[in-house]
Structure formats: structure tokens, C-alpha cells
């Protein structure tokens, strides 16, 4: 199951996931409003998803122009859809009014709300907020109904599962249901009354799974996500009143949203394309010179953007394993496969010619090597995963961390691998698995096998792997299998990270 669902989420891009799931919950509320199973007016919702989806357009495209970036379609429909979810419907025009101007405001936020091009806050939670002090409209979360919670925990699974942020959904559900629960019961409802105003008449899953969850308002690492959910959980369930503000679900996630600006790279990252070089056959590395200094550590991934025409099902921005070491100078890389029915994505970015334009959105990831170097440990890459490793030994080796490392490389590919010479410069031992004969392995490696590397397999070459921390990375079929394999041999400190539909 979880093979086939790292197959089947991988070959669709996060925002059309996103898009997707909240077009069919809001098929499944117009048509349960239409049997009135739910509250909503069904007339109420047919005229308010129009308005919030064209307002949200429009404000987005304008405000792109603006700034003369190019519109993102499927982000614009995605915060009409979370303000026609949030908004009260309404068939008066001024309750339509207030949809639209909290569908300009959000559309717009992305633009004018922002910091060298990046904006601060959920567009949806920013447009929304305004109308708890405006009398023109209102946010009721209607979306938070019991019929509703099924395709919405279904849906939200799926968007948290494809992000990797199942832990900061579970963080935010367990703070803020515990919360909810105790004061319920503190207040002298019922266990029922408690779970049921939790859990089935609430927005809590809705807001972790399509706000919280929001890719560009996360901070880079992992300890930095789970804290602001605390800190947003806590926000959200605990009831106060400072001045004008009170308690509610927007405020504590716009909150959440300015905190964790400060956690990343503060603004758009702005580059130029400088070089694209084969460096084996059907490995693409594709070099870039960013406008202004950047950070990152290595094994950390950026979010490319790149429009262009007729782009396919997997969309205009993708995630890469930056492959060049953080140290490598006034350039960054990447590393792709190319396949002969490639993705849009791809043959675009192979033909971007040199001095070309490219805007990341920015950089995240917990693949990172500890801080002690003293730390043994293995590598275990399969195919293209070897990405973050390059960067990661590249940089160990320019610092002359003189870390203990094995690498195990597993390859299905009898052409030459990519990054030997990275690894074979920074003296790593060097175990291959795949069809390479022994004899053309650069001097020093070692053939493991020509079968599928297995755990026992590991174990005999590396009898020390229990006590070296592991960090597996490649499809997600390999992971899967070989994090399960490692953990039978006595392997207990896995890290991991797949190269899913990217």
C-alpha cells in the first residue's frame, strides 16, 4: 500500500493535489447542501465559488504583472477555494462583496504583503482575517461540518503525506485537540460534546491539512515546523483577548506565518543559468549563478519555477536535491535523470539558454549531516539519489572534517556513475551495487553485487552498521524496503529522503 501510494502521489505535483482535493470537497458540499445534508445554501455556495476563484484570478494576475513575475494559475485558484471555504456564502451582494474583496485581498497579498518578492503570510488567512473587523462579510468556516470531515481527513492525509509533514499535522492535532478537549470538559460538557465539537464540527483538520501545511509559509527544518505548530495549537485553542484581538484560527496562523519568516530565506531567489553539462549519460547537471549570496546546508533541496508552454500534469515548479556544496562559490546545482519521456519540466530546463532567468521560491530540508563529525556513517543511495551525498562529502571534504564515511551506491545503470570523481576525490569507501563490472569501478571501490542490494548484503559488507548512522535516499520503493532491512540488521538512526515524481 504505502508503495503504491509513494507511486501514485509522486506522479502528481503538490499543487495540483492541493487543487484537486479542494475542488472535489467543494463538489461534495454543493452537492450535499443541494440534499440539504449540510447548512450552506447550495443556491448561496454556487454563486460565492465563482466570485472567490475569479477575484483571487484576477488580483493574482494583476498583481503579478505588477511586479512583472508571471501569474501562478493554480496557486491563484487554490486561495480562492480556501476563502470560499472560510467566507460566509451568501446570495446578497454584500455578503458577495466581502467574498470578493477577501478574494482581491488575498490575490494581492502575494505581492504587496511581501519581503524582495517573497510573501509573509497565507494569502487566504490574510484576505479572510481583515473581515473580523470589517462589516462586509465574515469568516465562519462552514467547511468545518460533520459530513464534510471524511474527504477532508482523506484529503489532508494525502496533502501531508505527499509534503513529508504527516509530523507537524500530528504535533498540531494532538496540541490543539488536547486543549479542546480539557477545557470542554473543564467547562462541563460531555466526552461526546468534546470530540464532537473537536473533531467532527470543526475546522481543525481543514486548517492543519490546507493552511498550516502551506509550502512557501514553512520554515527550512524540521525542529523550526514542529514548533511553530506548537506555538500556532496553542494559538488556535487556547481562548484570549489582548485589546482588539481575540483568539481565532486565522490570527494564530498568521502568527505562525511571521515567525516562521524570520526561520527562512527571507526573499525569491533570483538566478541565472550559466551552464548545463551532461555528466554522464542521461544525468543532466544544470549550474546556476544566484543574484545575491545564499545559505543552505548540504543535502538541503530548492523549489525551482519555471513557466513555460504546454506544461504537463506535474506543473511549473518542482523540487531538486541542490548537488553542489554550499561552499562550491557563487554558483548552485542541480542534478536531474532524463529519461525519454521526460517531463516538461525537464526538456524546459535543458533548453533554458545561458544567461537565462531563474526564480527559486526557496530552500528547505532536514537531510543533513550532525554537526559532530566524529560521528561514523553510511550513505546508501539508490540511482539518482545520490544527489544530496555529492553535496554533502564535497563539502566534508573542503572542510577536511575527516568524517568516517561508506558509501553504498546501488545503480540499475551499467554507464558510469554520476559524482565518482566527488567521491573518489574525498576518499570515501565506495561500495556499488548494479551491472558495472568490477574491473571499470574507479580504483578503490568495491562491487557489493550485481543483484538488488538487500539488508543482509549491507550488513556482511559493513559488519560495524549498527553503530553508524544511516541516511538512505533514492525512489521510494528502495527506501521503503531498505529502511525496513537495515532496521532488521540493527540499524536504529535512519534518515531518510525520496525522489518522488520530481
Known amino acids: 500500500m504505502k508503495r503504491w501510494l509513494d507511486r501514485t502521489l509522486g506522479s502528481i505535483a503538490m499543487y495540483k493535489l492541493v487543487l484537486m482535493s479542494l475542488m472535489v470537497i467543494a463538489i461534495i458540499a454543493i452537492a450535499l447542501a443541494l440534499f440539504d445534508l449540510i447548512s450552506p445554501d447550495p443556491l448561496a455556495l454556487l454563486a460565492s465559488l465563482p466570485v472567490a476563484l475569479a477575484f483571487s484570478f484576477v488580483a493574482s494576475w494583476l498583481g503579478a504583472r505588477v511586479v512583472r513575475q508571471r501569474a501562478h494559475l493554480e496557486s491563484s485558484l487554490i486561495t480562492g477555494l480556501l476563502v470560499f471555504f472560510i467566507m460566509a456564502p451568501s446570495l446578497e451582494i454584500m455578503g458577495l462583496l466581502g467574498i470578493a474583496l477577501a478574494s482581491t485581498i488575498a490575490g494581492a497579498s502575494k505581492f ?25 462579510g465574515f469568516p465562519t468556516w462552514w467547511v468545518g461540518t460533520p459530513l464534510l470531515q471524511p474527504f477532508i481527513v482523506v484529503a489532508a492525509f494525502l496533502i501531508l503525506y505527499r509534503t513529508q509533514r504527516l509530523d507537524l499535522g500530528v504535533v498540531f492535532v494532538v496540541v490543539a485537540a488536547s486543549i479542546r478537549i480539557t477545557l470542554t470538559l473543564a467547562g462541563g460538557g460531555s466526552l461526546t460534546d468534546a470530540l464532537n465539537f473537536t473533531f467532527a464540527s470543526s475546522q481543525l483538520i481543514f486548517f ?198 561508506v558509501v553504498v551506491y546501488a545503480s540499475s545503470r551499467s554507464e558510469p556513475l554520476p559524482f565518482s570523481d566527488v567521491l573518489s576525490e574525498a576518499g570515501a569507501r565506495v561500495i556499488v551495487f548494479g551491472p558495472q563490472p568490477a574491473q571499470a569501478l574507479p580504483a578503490g571501490w568495491e562491487l557489493g553485487g550485481k543483484g538488488r542490494m538487500s539488508g543482509d548484503a549491507l550488513s556482511a559488507l559493513v559488519p560495524d552498521l549498527a553503530s553508524r548512522r544511516v541516511y538512505l535516499s533514492g525512489p521510494p520503493a528502495l527506501v521503503n524496503d531498505l529502511k525496513s532491512a537495515l532496521r532488521a540488521n540493527g540499524a536504529r538512526r535512519i534518515h531518510t529522503d525520496y525522489f518522488s515524481g520530481y
Not at 114 to 120: D, K, N, P, Q, V
Not at 211 to 239: D, G, N
Open 208 to 405: 492543519v491539512g490546507f493552511m498550516l501545511s502551506e509550502p512557501l509559509t514553512q520554515p527550512p527544518r524540521r525542529w523550526q515546523r514542529l514548533s511553530i505548530a506548537v506555538v500556532v495549537a496553542l494559538l488556535f485553542a487556547i481562548p484570549f483577548s489582548i485589546g482588539p484581538l481575540y483568539s481565532d484560527p486565522l490570527l494564530a496562523l498568521l502568527i505562525g506565518n511571521l515567525i516562521a519568516f524570520f526561520f527562512t530565506q527571507r526573499r525569491t531567489i533570483q538566478m541565472t543559468r550559466v551552464e548545463t553539462t551532461e555528466i554522464t549519460p542521461g544525468i543532466w547537471e544544470v549550474t546556476f549563478s544566484p543574484h545575491r549570496p545564499i545559505t543552505f546546508r548540504a543535502g538541503q533541496y530548492i523549489e525551482l519555477s519555471l513557466p513555460h508552454a504546454s506544461a504537463d500534469f506535474r506543473g511549473v515548479r518542482r523540487y531538486f536535491t541542490i548537488s553542489s556544496a554550499p561552499d562550491a562559490g557563487a554558483t548552485l546545482s542541480v542534478t536531474i535523470s532524463v529519461s525519454e519521456k521526460s517531463s516538461s519540466f525537464k526538456t524546459a530546463l535543458l533548453a533554458l539558454p545561458r544567461g537565462s532567468q531563474v526564480t527559486a521560491t526557496g530552500i528547505w530540508g532536514d537531510f543533513v549531516l550532525p554537526r559532530d563529525t566524529a560521528e561514523p556513517l553510511l550513505l546508501v543511495a539508490g540511482g539518482i539519489g545520490v544527489t544530496p551525498f555529492a553535496s554533502q562529502i564535497a563539502h566534508a571534504h573542503r572542510q577536511a572534517e575527516g568524517r568516517d564515511v
Open 112 to 136: 504587496l504583503i511581501a519581503f524582495r518578492g517573497r510573501h509573509i503570510f497565507n494569502p487566504a488567512a490574510i484576505g479572510a482575517y481583515v473581515f473580523i473587523f470589517v462589516p462586509l
